[in-house]
Every structure is written in structure tokens, then in C-alpha cells.
């Protein structure tokens, strides 16, 4: 039986709509949650993550602070802009686009955010306090597949997991956050990459597969069992000439022959890629209760 779809436009959507309404509850109290956003230089895909980003803000009613500077600026400039909206109290959190140009020192930037205002949660100490599971900035894109699995009702408890892919935005921080102690946890966890001996052997046995690899057909039908649970973070051009732009998007899972074996499955695109941005708008909220003290 074909898969279920998990629509994570749908999911984003319902979760905007929830914070929306806080947004308008805070007003009445005169707390208006503040986002500052840094882009530097013109890369396009940036430009257009960043664009999406503010978008989103006001659509909900979160004040947006557009920071552009030049491909040019020195670590300095950059360093005192950050300092600049650690300090001002409009702002609750702060997000610096990756990737930077190459003249900058991107570490040293993160690690300048203010932890209060790391909204994104890159930051060593909100990483630390999430691997010991105290309260933090989770980071936007694992938080947003928690936030999938759960609202899909998939039991996290006692799941064998496995995440294929090991970085620190994706596939890290996601198999911790799934080991916690936690109703948002409670998974049993394996994490491969690319030194991994026999992925299938793996991902064979697992009720939920986590996929942030960057890979197209990482995952194929032959390497899942009937009634997996399927996540596909992976965000790939593959070339369509059928296509205005010569490409189409497409993830690391073979979506197609999968979903046949699956009983839920993301699609690339309107899968994760939705929930990354609502959690930075939900991370951003709370950042807002929190300096308010409620
Ligand atoms: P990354 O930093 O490049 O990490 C990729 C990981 O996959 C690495 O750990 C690598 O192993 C592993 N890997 C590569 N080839 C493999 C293979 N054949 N078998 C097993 N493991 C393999 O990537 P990322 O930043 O996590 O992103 C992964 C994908 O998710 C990308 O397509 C990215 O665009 C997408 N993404 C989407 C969103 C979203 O919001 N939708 C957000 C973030 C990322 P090693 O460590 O051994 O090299």
C-alpha cells in the first residue's frame, strides 16, 4: 500500500496560524518579537532564503530588521553589527545567513550571538544544553522533524531510528534529540555516513529513517522494510530539460518506488523544508517570552 504523505506545508501552515496568534496575544501585552536578519553579500540562494525568512516574520507579525552589507565587510564590521543587536532590546533573536564569504571567520561569529538570541541555535552553549537535555535554542531544521513526526502521531518511543548523515546542522543534532529522555524522544538511534560498512544493513531494520545526506537515491525500496517511516531532509538539483529552469529538486530518497513500501513519507519539496523557517519563527517567539519573563 502507498505511503501517506506528510505535508509539511500543511504542518508549517497550522503551526504559523498557533504562533500567529500568540504574536497577536503578546501584542496585548506590548511585546512585539523582534528578528534581526544579516545577509552579506548577493548569493542568490541566500538572498532568497533571507527573503522568505522576513516574509514569514511579517506574515505573523514579527518585526524584521534587514541587515545587507557588502560581499567586502571585514570581520569587524560584521562583529560590531552582531554586538549591536545583542544589545538592542527590540531584538530577541539573530540570524546570520550561512554560508559566509570567505574573508570571514564564520565561528567566530556564531560564537559572538548572544546565546539569549540564538535563534537558530548554532551556539556551543545552546548545543550543550541541548546534549544534556536542558532547555535551549534547538536547532531549526531537527526541531521542525520532531515537530513532523509528532504531529503525524509516529511513536517515538522504543522506534529503532536511523539517521544517515552526520553534521552538525542536520544529522547530529537530530540523533541527540531523539535519544533524550524525553516524549520528544526515547528512540533508539544509529547514525551512519559515509564510512558506514553496509548502509541497507542498517536502514533495513529501522521503523523511522532520517536521510541528510545531500544524495539523490541514497535511500532506495531495497534498503527499507514494508511500513518505514520516512524523513528526506535532502535538498538536490537533478537536471529535467522538461523544466523552464533546467532542474528539478528532488531529496535523497527514491521517493517514488519508496513511498510504495512506506506508511509515511516526506516529499522533497513541501516536506522539511516548510517546518525549518516555522521553527525559526517559533524559536524567535519564545526567545520574546523569555526577556519579557513569562
Ligand atoms: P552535509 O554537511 O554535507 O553532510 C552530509 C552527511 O551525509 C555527511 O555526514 C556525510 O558523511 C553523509 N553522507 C554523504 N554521502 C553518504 C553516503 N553515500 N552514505 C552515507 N552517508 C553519506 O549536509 P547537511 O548540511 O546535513 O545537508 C544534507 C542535505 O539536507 C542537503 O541536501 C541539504 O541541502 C539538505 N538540507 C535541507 C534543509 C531543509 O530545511 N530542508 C536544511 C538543511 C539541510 P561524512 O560525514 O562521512 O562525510
Known amino acids: 500500500m502507498a505511503a501517506q504523505i506528510i505535508d509539511g506545508k500543511q504542518?508549517?501552515?497550522?503551526?504559523?496560524?498557533?504562533?500567529?496568534?500568540?504574536v497577536a496575544k503578546l501584542k496585548e501585552k506590548n511585546i512585539v518579537p523582534g528578528l534581526g536578519v544579516v545577509l552579506i553579500g548577493d548569493d542568490p540562494a541566500s538572498k532568497s532564503y533571507v527573503t522568505a525568512k522576513e516574509r514569514a516574520c511579517e506574515e505573523i507579525g514579527i518585526y524584521s530588521n534587514d541587515n545587507r552589507l557588502p560581499a567586502d565587510t571585514t570581520q569587524e564590521e560584521l562583529i560590531e553589527l552582531v554586538k549591536k543587536l545583542n544589545n538592542d532590546p527590540k531584538i530577541n533573536g539573530i540570524l546570520v545567513q550561512l554560508p559566509l564569504p570567505k574573508q570571514l571567520d564564520e565561528s567566530e561569529v556564531l560564537l559572538t550571538i548572544?546565546?539569549?538570541?540564538?535563534?537558530?541555535?548554532?551556539?556551543?552553549?545552546?548545543?550543550?544544553?541541548?546534549?544534556?537535555?536542558?532547555?535551549a535554542f534547538l536547532p531549526c531544521?531537527?526541531?521542525?522533524?520532531i515537530q513532523l513526526l509528532q504531529r503525524s502521531n509516529v511513536t517515538l518511543e522504543?522506534?529503532?531510528?536511523v539517521v544517515v548523515g552526520r553534521s552538525n546542522i542536520v544529522g547530529k543534532p537530530i540523533a541527540n534529540m531523539l535519544i533524550q529522555k524525553a516524549d520528544t524522544g526515547n528512540a533508539t538511534v544509529t547514525v551512519c555516513h559515509t564510512r558506514t560498512k553496509d548502509l541497507a544493513s542498517h536502514t533495513k531494520?529501522?521503523?523511522?529513517?532520517?536521510?541528510?545526506?545531500?544524495?539523490?537515491n541514497t535511500v532506495t525500496a531495497d534498503m527499507v522494510k514494508e511500513g518505514v517511516v520516512v524523513i528526506d531532509v535532502g535538498v538536490n538539483r537533478v537536471e529535467d530539460a522538461s523544466k523552464k529552469r533546467g532542474y528539478r529538486l528532488v531529496g535523497d530518497v527514491d521517493f517514488e518506488a519508496v513511498k510504495e513500501k512506506?506508511?509515511?513519507?516526506?516529499?522533497?519539496?513541501?516536506?522539511?523544508?516548510?517546518?525549518?523557517?516555522?521553527?525559526?519563527?517559533?524559536?524567535?517567539?519564545?526567545?520574546?517570552?523569555?526577556?519579557?519573563?513569562?
Open 158 to 161: 522504543g522506534a529503532e531510528v
Open 262 to 294: 512506506a506508511s509515511l513519507i516526506t516529499p522533497v519539496p513541501g516536506g522539511v523544508g516548510p517546518m525549518t523557517i516555522t521553527m525559526l519563527l517559533y524559536n524567535t517567539v519564545e526567545s520574546a517570552k523569555i526577556a519579557a519573563g513569562l
Open 114 to 135: 548572544s546565546p539569549a538570541k540564538d535563534v537558530d541555535g548554532f551556539h556551543p552553549i545552546n548545543i550543550g544544553k541541548m546534549v544534556a537535555g536542558e532547555k
Open 11 to 22: 504542518i508549517a501552515a497550522e503551526m504559523r496560524a498557533e504562533l500567529k496568534a500568540e
Open 205 to 216: 531494520r529501522a521503523d523511522i529513517i532520517i536521510a541528510a545526506v545531500g544524495r539523490p
Open 141 to 145: 531544521t531537527p526541531h521542525g522533524i
